[in-house]
């Protein structure tokens, strides 16, 4: 004899049986039988359409009676949770069909939100990708200006000199100042200055690298990269000084008392 599972009707509240333990599953949304018969599944439905009406989730319009969608509740999930439709379909208890419906109806943005860890903001995105950590197409940041702040969160040692020798001078700069796409270590507005403090390797010390040392492999495209720099801020306007880590290293007084004669005589 096959096997029965007992369960309750939902609408009489009378026990029947089903021939499969999905049907009694209640956890199971798609084969769970929640009536006795035709006669209660009828007034089953007709009830929650009565409770839909009642809290205006239903729209009557010239094809009958459709489902309505909250606009701000589509686009929490849809635009700040990044939830694909199908998950949206069944948070919400409703047919793909009519979400796409919906989201036509609502004018739902394809816009993607996301917070930037520099500095708070949201900014949007077009692209779910964008806003997915593991996509090679990730955009951390807001912007470029965020972007290369995060990476200055820890100063070297030789920024941190020079910036206490400024601040003991009582020069007036603006740190981590930004040109266009490109920033500069310190920037004295008064005198339009631009001051770089380079590392010996990672900008490749002409003193050094070259002469004493051979060049490394990286050090072209950063020489390259350094020579672009210096032209975009002449054709600003803007004269550069750079200092070196070996001449902090050496010499450091001499290093930073030359620094503080090209800030008071440059004009």
Not at 185 to 206: M, Q, T
Request: glycine share 2%; charged share 35%; hydrophobic share 30%.
């Amino acid at each position: 004899m096959k096997k029965k599972y007992e369960t309750t009707c939902k609408q009489c509240g009378e026990k029947f049986y089903v021939d499969q333990p999905c049907k009694a599953d209640p956890n199971n949304k798609r084969k769970f039988v929640r009536a006795c018969s035709k006669e209660c599944t009828r007034k089953l439905k007709s009830t929650h359409m009565k409770s839909l009406h009642q809290e205006g989730k239903l729209k009557r319009d010239k094809t009958g009676i459709q489902r309505k969608l909250d606009k701000d509740e589509l686009i929490r999930l849809y635009c700040y949770e990044h939830r694909l439709k199908a998950e949206i379909s069944k948070i919400l208890k409703v047919k793909q069909q009519t979400l796409t419906r919906e989201f036509e109806r609502l004018e739902i943005p394809q816009v993607f939100y996301r917070t930037c860890p520099n500095c708070g903001e949201v900014y949007g995105n077009p692209i779910r990708s964008m806003v997915n950590p593991n996509s090679n197409k990730f955009k951390k940041f807001c912007s470029r200006k965020c972007f290369l702040s995060s990476r200055k969160q820890t100063d070297t040692w030789i920024e941190v000199k020079v910036r206490e020798f400024l601040n003991e001078k009582g020069v007036e700069y603006v740190d981590q100042y930004e040109v266009d796409r490109m920033t500069v270590d310190f920037y004295v507005p008064s005198k339009r200055l631009a001051i770089e403090v380079n590392g010996d390797f990672w900008h490749a010390n002409p003193d050094i690298y070259g002469k004493t040392k051979p060049l490394h492999r990286i050090h072209p495209r950063v020489i390259a990269k350094d020579k672009r720099k210096a032209k975009q801020l002449t054709d600003k306007d803007i004269k550069l000084l750079v200092v070196w880590e070996n001449d902090l290293k050496t010499n450091p007084d001499k290093a930073l008392n030359q620094i503080y004669e090209v800030i008071r005589t440059v004009s």
